[in-house]
């Protein structure tokens, strides 16, 4: 396969001389230009697209960092950017952070490095690495949790109001000692579903006990875990919320240990339309997001900032669905 190097010989130019003439710079001597052009097509040389695209800052690329590739809600996310990235002619790259700050890190340092032409994430925890996309001038969109310390375009869920409702539906039932998991102290969206739990109990005057809460990673082992430590106990709660579908997994596998039914023994509502809720025994009662809408506000946010980079920041604040099914009612 030919390379820059073997058209810049054939054509006695620098390899430098060979990449302006290909990419059309006005700079290059007519005459030099059709020289490397002839010599390219004699040896059949491509240049290597993305690359040719760095060298003129023009990638179509849009980075997609999410924090958890595995739970169906960030994948349809994923879904909703796509569509409207390929509609215009952008492709997708999705980068996996796992919950950590580190990988964060390195996907937004690589970001940085391909020179993508924006990039969409869920930042993780209390710190972020997008100080240095704006340094860079490179158009960023946050999605689920907002950026701390930083203004940006932001697309939430009003999930503490979302919880608050499910909780209230769960008093509504006559459950009395209802019991929250949700993710790691500090994630915003793990922090608003407890206080939305906390506000409905508080304006129910029920009893809230630190005892019925648990906090744990955002994921089927840990919540597998916590709703085992919570359930053990002389009280144990009579209804959970669990605050997304991978830990409602969890929650569950731990249920079905212990011999405890949802909807007869206790009562359940986890965040997140998961495919497979509908389908246990009983139906799982789910906060239902719009994550697909989220991903297409989010990419048309981005494609705008990359467009004009001085618009104000916006946030935008969707609503979530409540989905009543057995899981939730007294049978």
């Not at 964060?104 to 032409?117: G, K, L, P, S, T």
């Not at 930083?150 to 006559?174: K, P, Y």
């Not at 990359?306 to 604040?317: E, F, L, M, Q, V």
Request: contains cysteine.
């Amino acid at each position: 396969m030919a390379t820059i190097s073997d058209v810049a010989a054939l054509a006695g130019v620098s390899t430098a001389t060979v990449s302006r003439a290909l990419n059309g710079k006005a700079t290059v001597d007519p005459e030099l230009a059709a020289r490397v052009r002839t010599a390219a097509d004699q040896l059949g040389y491509q240049p290597n697209g993305p690359a040719r695209n760095l060298r003129r800052q023009e990638a179509a690329v849009v980075a997609l960092i999410i924090s958890d590739v595995e739970n169906p809600f960030f994948t349809a996310i994923a879904r909703g950017v796509e569509d409207v990235a390929h509609e215009v002619g952008y492709s997708v790259v999705l980068c996996n952070s796992d919950e950590s700050a580190g990988k964060e890190n390195r996907y937004i340092d690589i970001a940085i490095q391909e020179r993508v032409a924006g990039v969409i994430l869920s930042p993780t925890g209390t710190t972020s690495s997008v100080e240095k996309l704006a340094a860079r001038g490179t158009a960023f969109v946050a999605v689920d949790r907002p950026l701390p310390q930083q203004d940006s375009d932001v697309v939430l869920v009003d999930t503490r109001l979302a919880a608050r409702q499910a909780t209230e539906h769960l008093i509504a039932q006559g459950y009395q000692r209802i019991g929250c998991i949700t993710g790691p102290s500090g994630v915003r969206t793990a922090d608003d579903r407890l206080a939305g739990y906390r506000d409905a109990l508080k304006a129910a005057k029920h009893r809230s006990s630190t005892k019925l809460v648990r906090r744990t990673e955002y994921k089927a082992a840990g919540a597998h875990k916590a709703a085992l430590d919570v359930l053990s106990q002389e009280e144990p709660p009579d209804a959970l919320l669990v605050a997304n579908s991978a830990m409602a997994v969890g929650v569950l596998q731990a249920l079905q240990e212990r011999g405890i039914r949802p909807g007869r023994d206790v009562g359940l509502v986890a965040f997140d339309d998961a495919p497979w809720a509908a389908l246990v025994d009983p139906p799982l009662s789910v906060v239902a997001q719009p994550a697909y809408e989220i991903g297409t506000v989010a990419a048309r946010l981005l494609l705008a900032r990359i467009a004009d980079g001085s618009r104000p920041p916006t946030t935008t604040t969707l609503g979530a669905r409540l989905i009543e099914r057995g899981s939730s009612h007294r049978g």
